[in-house]
């Protein structure tokens, strides 16, 4: 009865050690991989919630920094401005058959332009404009009344017309005006 006894015991205790190879060995392993995982998501919780509330402050750090762009975007005067500028004064020019020589703001007006609008955003965007061309006599008064109507147009410098006596060449024209940046009509 004693080998029985013993026999069933080593059975039993075979058994045991197999269920526990087998079964719960993997389960107690997969409880620390839980365990491993929860944590893991415990801490990203964490960190997601101190996200959370930082986002306010990063999101007025971002609006701050976009309305000060905006700011000294609008203190610069816009080289679209000037394109459209001379744009408009050539295309009066071409529809009046003239032909333009040249149109010239000077480097001078250009950095005084700069700074200011770094001292005052305030005053309107002037410039001095000089436009040298040529074409017959009542082409060139039609000219000046088309830029005198104009919005950008602020008051005429100087006008000056050379033409031969004879009258075989067309006469030349140069007038220089102030012009307002940004209220140059689209076409």
């Known amino acids: 009865m004693k080998k029985l006894i013993a026999t069933t015991l080593s059975i039993l205790v075979g058994i045991s050690l197999l269920y526990f ?4 060995s993997p389960l107690i392993q997969l409880k620390g991989e839980y365990k491993d995982s929860y944590a893991q998501a ?19 750090m971002g609006t701050e920094a976009h309305e000060k762009r ?3 975007t609008a203190q610069l005067y816009s ?12 295309k009066r020019a071409l529809d009046l058959n003239l032909n333009l020589l040249e149109v ?18 305030n005053l309107p ?21 088309s830029i005198e ?10 006008c000056k017309v050379r033409g031969s006596a004879s009258g075989t060449a067309f006469p030349e024209m140069s007038l220089g005006f102030r012009a307002v940046l940004g209220l140059t009509k689209e076409s």
Request: glycine content about 4%.
């Open 79 to 90: 080289k679209e401005d000037i394109l459209k500028l001379f744009s408009n004064i050539e």
């Open 42 to 60: 415990q801490t990203r919780l964490t960190e997601f919630r101190s996200m959370l509330l930082e986002f306010p402050e990063h999101f007025a």
């Open 149 to 158: 109507s104009e919005g950008f147009f602020q008051g005429v410098n100087f």
């Open 70 to 72: 905006e700011i000294i």
């Open 21 to 24: 190879f087998f079964l719960i």
């Open 125 to 145: 965007r002037q410039l001095d404009i000089i436009v040298r061309l040529n074409g017959e006599y009542r082409d060139l008064g039609e000219y000046i009344h």
């Open 104 to 121: 010239t703001p000077s480097i001078e007006e250009l950095l005084a332009l700069n700074e200011q609008q770094a001292s005052n955003n």
